[in-house]
C-alpha cells in the first residue's frame, strides 16, 4: 500500500468542491477548511465577511498509486472556472478565489505543470487563470454541519443548482476514475 498524499484546493464554495472529490477513486477523504489568511482558527462567519484572508478550501487525501495529483488538479481546473477573480458563479468575494496550496516543491512543480496545460488549451477559453499558487500554512477545519454539506442536503436548492451541476460534469468527463461509476 502507498503512501497517502494531500493537497488543499479552493475553487469556490467548499460544499461543491468537497462533492466533487468525494466522487473519485483514489480520493480517501475530503475535508472542507479554510486556508491561506491571518487569522487562526476562523469561523464560517469570519471567513464569509471577507476580512480574514483566508480561502474556503478542502484538503484532500488521496492515494498516489490510484490518482496522482496532475490527474486531481486536472479534475480541478473542470470542477470549477479559474479564470473569475475571487468569484464563482454567484459566490463572489476572496474567501471564494481559485487556490492551489501545495505541501512540498514536487507538488508546486506538478501544480505549476497543469496550470500551463490549462492555460494553453481550450478549457476556459483565452482568459487567463487567475489560480492563487501559495504554500500550505495552516489549514483550519470548518464546522461540523460543513462536512459532507451535498451528500447530507442533496434536495437543499444550493445543492441542486449550484453543486448538482458540478458533480454531473465531472461525472461526465471523468466516469473512468469515479468510485461508483
Not at 28 to 38: D, F, H, I, L, N
Not at 127 to 137: D, H, I, Q, V, Y
Request: charged share 25%; aromatic share 10%.
Amino acid at each position: 500500500m502507498s503512501a497517502s498524499e494531500q493537497i488543499t484546493l479552493g475553487g469556490g464554495c467548499f460544499w461543491c468542491i468537497e462533492a466533487v472529490f468525494d466522487e473519485l477513486r483514489g480520493v480517501t477523504r475530503v475535508e472542507s477548511g479554510y486556508a491561506g489568511g491571518q487569522l487562526a482558527n476562523p469561523t464560517y462567519r469570519e471567513v464569509c465577511d471577507g476580512d480574514t484572508g483566508h480561502t474556503e478550501v478542502v484538503r484532500v487525501t488521496f492515494d498516489p498509486a490510484e490518482i496522482s495529483l496532475a490527474d486531481l488538479l486536472g479534475v480541478f481546473f473542470v470542477a470549477h472556472d479559474p479564470t473569475t477573480l475571487n468569484r464563482q458563479g454567484a459566490d463572489a468575494g476572496t474567501q471564494y478565489r481559485s487556490a492551489i496550496y501545495y505541501l512540498n516543491a514536487e507538488q508546486k512543480q506538478t501544480a505549476e505543470a497543469v496550470m500551463r496545460e490549462v492555460a494553453s488549451s481550450a478549457l476556459w477559453g483565452k482568459a487567463p487563470l487567475t489560480t492563487e499558487l501559495a504554500p500550505l500554512g495552516d489549514f483550519y477545519p470548518a464546522e461540523d454541519y460543513h462536512r459532507d454539506y451535498y451528500r447530507n442536503n442533496p434536495n437543499q436548492g444550493y445543492c441542486r443548482a449550484v453543486i448538482e451541476p458540478k458533480v454531473a460534469k465531472v461525472r461526465k468527463e471523468f466516469r473512468d476514475r469515479l468510485k461508483r461509476a
